[in-house]
Each structure stands twice: as structure tokens, then as C-alpha cells.
């Protein structure tokens, strides 16, 4: 149990066009998502929290209108990085959690190259 | 607010043997959860332990046990009977509080030798 999926695995695409990232909780009801970033060699990176329904919280220092996150049901969140540039490119990793619930399950991770 | 600290960047340890991989963490709140993840070359973040600040044992989950000392505030990871497959980056962290959010450590790369 406890599986969530992230799509696409890995993504290329140019400056100035936006990407969209899935996030899919399988198995079970995630009513907290968040997204993280994660640089090589690095520790990970909280971007935001969303709850289902409602609009994301944002870390300090991310740009809410360059990293759009939406959470539309419970078992789906997306992350929208408008008008990429090259130092967007990273490796970007979703988790879920459910209602009661601590742990956090990770999905594989979004590894995003902008040229 | 809360820190993790794991002091050790990287450690080697002969397959077969136990390893433990260090953490100290940081904070005000009386209730809290720490947690382990493994993350191996392919990045995925794979949940291994969790342990609560109320917890009276130790948290174990097969080969992977979580040494809990609160009054010396370390939550240091022990892996017996180490295995080739365990070679990867771990990850400590916290939750804390009524933050549902995670603070991570900097990561011990563990490499499993023969």
C-alpha cells in the first residue's frame, strides 16, 4: 500500500515554455501533498504544502506564480512551473499523506531539464 | 523550529555487517514523529521507519531499527545484516507539532562493500 505515482518521469523542454507535473496517490486518500526540490548531492527542499481543495501554502523564497500547485481531488496534485528557465531545471518529488496519518509517501521524482 | 543533523556525509560498511547512521534533531514541540528514507540512485524517497516522541519502544521494521534516545535527542538508524541493495542515500526527518511538513536532514550516503 501507500504507493504514489509521478508523471512524467523526466521532461526536456525549452526556455520560456511551462511544464506540468502529476502527482497520484494509488491506494489511498491523500488530503496533504506536498512538492519538494532537490538539487545533486542535496537534501530535499520543501516548495509548498497543499490540501485538497484548498490553495497551497508556499515556502519562503517560491514564487507561487512560477511554481502553480493545484489540488483539485484527493488523490491528484500537479505542479506547473510557468515560463522555465534553465536554473529551473531540477530534480522535483512529490510526496502524499493521508487524513491521521505522519508519514509521507514519496513519488519517483520529476527530473526537469530546461535548455 | 526544528533541525535534523546528520553528521556522517558518507559511511562503508562490509555486507553482512550491522551499521548505524547518526541523527540528532531539534525542537520545541513535545510531540513529534522522525522518520528515515532511503533514496538510491534512481531518486525515488522510500519510507523505512517511523518512530513518535511518545513511543515508549523502539521502532523496528525487519533489518532496520531506530534507536530513540530523547534525553539525548537522537534518532540514530541501525541496519543489520547489511546488504548490497542497501548502498543509497538516507535521509533523517522530523514533523512536528501541528506542521504536517517535513524537515530533512543533509543525507549519509551509505556504500555496502563486499
Known amino acids: 500500500g501507500a504507493v504514489v505515482s509521478q508523471h512524467p518521469s523526466w521532461v526536456i523542454c525549452k526556455s520560456g515554455t511551462s511544464v506540468k507535473i502529476e502527482c497520484r496517490s494509488l491506494?489511498?486518500?491523500?488530503?496533504?501533498m506536498f512538492w519538494y526540490r532537490q538539487f545533486p548531492k542535496q537534501s530535499l527542499m520543501l516548495m509548498a504544502t497543499?490540501?485538497?481543495?484548498?490553495?497551497?501554502?508556499?515556502e519562503q523564497g517560491v514564487e507561487k506564480d512560477k511554481f502553480l500547485i493545484n489540488h483539485a481531488s484527493l488523490t491528484l496534485s500537479t505542479l506547473t512551473v510557468t515560463s522555465a528557465h534553465p536554473e529551473d531545471s531540477s530534480f522535483y518529488i512529490c510526496?502524499?499523506?493521508?487524513?491521521?496519518?505522519?508519514?509521507?509517501?514519496f513519488g519517483p521524482g520529476t527530473r526537469l531539464t530546461v535548455l | 523550529a526544528q533541525k535534523i543533523t546528520q553528521t556522517q556525509p558518507g559511511m562503508f560498511v562490509q555486507e553482512k555487517e550491522a551499521v548505524t547512521l547518526d541523527c540528532t534533531y531539534d525542537t520545541s514541540d513535545p510531540s513529534y514523529g522522525l522518520f528515515w528514507y532511503k533514496q538510491p540512485s534512481s531518486g525515488e524517497m522510500i519510507f523505512l521507519i517511523y518512530?513518535?516522541?511518545?513511543?515508549?519502544q523502539n521502532a523496528t521494521e525487519g533489518r532496520y531499527s531506530l534507536n530513540f534516545q530523547k534525553a539525548r535527542k537522537s534518532a540514530n538508524l541501525v541496519i543489520s545484516a547489511s546488504q548490497l541493495g542497501d548502498s543509497a542515500m538516507y535521509f533523517c526527518?522530523?514533523?512536528?507539532?501541528?506542521?504536517?511538513?517535513?524537515?530533512f536532514g543533509t543525507g549519509t550516503r551509505l556504500q555496502v562493500t563486499l
Open positions: 497543499s490540501n485538497e481543495g484548498s490553495k497551497a501554502t508556499y
Open positions: 491506494d489511498f486518500q491523500a488530503t496533504t
Open positions: 526527518a522530523m514533523s512536528g507539532g501541528t506542521a504536517s511538513k517535513l524537515t
Open positions: 510526496s502524499a499523506r493521508g487524513q491521521g496519518v505522519r508519514t509521507q509517501y
Open positions: 518512530q513518535g516522541s511518545y513511543d515508549q
